[in-house]
């Protein structure tokens, strides 16, 4: 069975390590790549057939120049199975031009992060992004939910996330972390069956403490396996994307949680390969 990873992150060679080490401090969980695009090759030959890389602009002065050293590099990782998606920042003002820039040079989706950003994401600086990238026709995912780094606000609520549905009805919105990491009972009762996507990102199983830590505090806030069976049955399992959080999660391990979820060949097959192929090519 083919299977597509919707969510990883990478990080240029010579930051990753400083990287991510700052990131597993702030949130106390460890990492299982050395955050490298050659990491991420060597933790998909686990079984993944392609790879999302999602960049995150923290900074407008990024988009440019992140955008087009992605789009130089686009045709080369794709050929060793990463897809790379563009980023974008709300306070980046030329924000159709570039994301016209990216639909012209191959790239299919962007990803924001609403927490990193410091901004809301039914803000209209966000708001007014997704839709432009809807008319191009392009994915959008964003951050979903708390952030187990940035956990003091949550930036895209989900209040918040059925605000954007209603105002900008996006057509390839995708929404990480099951749609709300944390907050498990407003996805099942108000978001559950609304015309997005959620991938499973760092939303299963056990979470991983730092290294030097025994425990993390986020140990419980992961689904169940039976709530995670359920809000996926609920929301129709054809709109759930196979998706790892990678160097977050180690691809491999999350296969095995999938597989040994009580759900169906059929299920499993749409959610690890069907789904993410018809929105991706």
Request: charged share 20%.
């Amino acid at each position: 069975m083919m299977i597509i990873d919707f969510h990883a992150h990478t990080f240029p060679d010579a930051i990753s390590e400083k990287t991510l080490k700052k990131l597993s401090q702030a949130s106390h969980t460890d990492y299982f790549t050395n955050g490298s695009v050659s990491g991420l090759l060597s933790s998909m030959e686990a079984g993944i057939s392609y790879t999302v890389n999602l960049p995150v602009m923290t900074n407008p002065g990024q988009v440019e120049k992140v955008n087009r050293s992605l789009c130089e590099r686009r045709e080369s990782l794709l050929h060793q199975g990463i897809v790379t998606f563009g980023g974008m920042h709300p306070d980046y003002e030329n924000y159709k031009s570039e994301l016209l820039f990216l639909k012209e040079h191959g790239i299919s989706g962007i990803k924001l992060h609403p927490a990193y950003q410091n901004t809301d994401i039914n803000d209209i600086k966000m708001m007014r992004i997704i839709d432009y990238a809807s008319e191009l026709g392009m994915i959008v995912i964003t951050h979903a939910g708390i952030d187990i780094g940035i956990y003091d606000h949550n930036y895209a609520s989900v209040k918040q996330i059925l605000q954007v549905i209603d105002h900008v009805r996006p057509v390839k919105f995708v929404l990480a972390h099951m749609g709300n990491w944390a907050c498990w009972e407003d996805v099942e009762h108000y978001l559950a069956g609304a015309p997005v996507w959620l991938d499973t990102a760092f939303s299963i199983g056990k979470v991983s403490a730092a290294k030097g830590q025994t425990e993390t505090p986020y140990l419980s806030y992961n689904l169940s396996e039976d709530d995670f069976i359920r809000i996926v049955r609920k929301h129709g399992t054809d709109r759930i994307l196979f998706a790892t959080d990678s160097p977050w999660e180690g691809q491999k391990d999350y296969v095995n949680r999938i597989n040994q979820m009580d759900l169906t060949d059929k299920e499993k097959e749409m959610i690890y390969y069907e789904n993410p192929n018809k929105l991706l090519f």
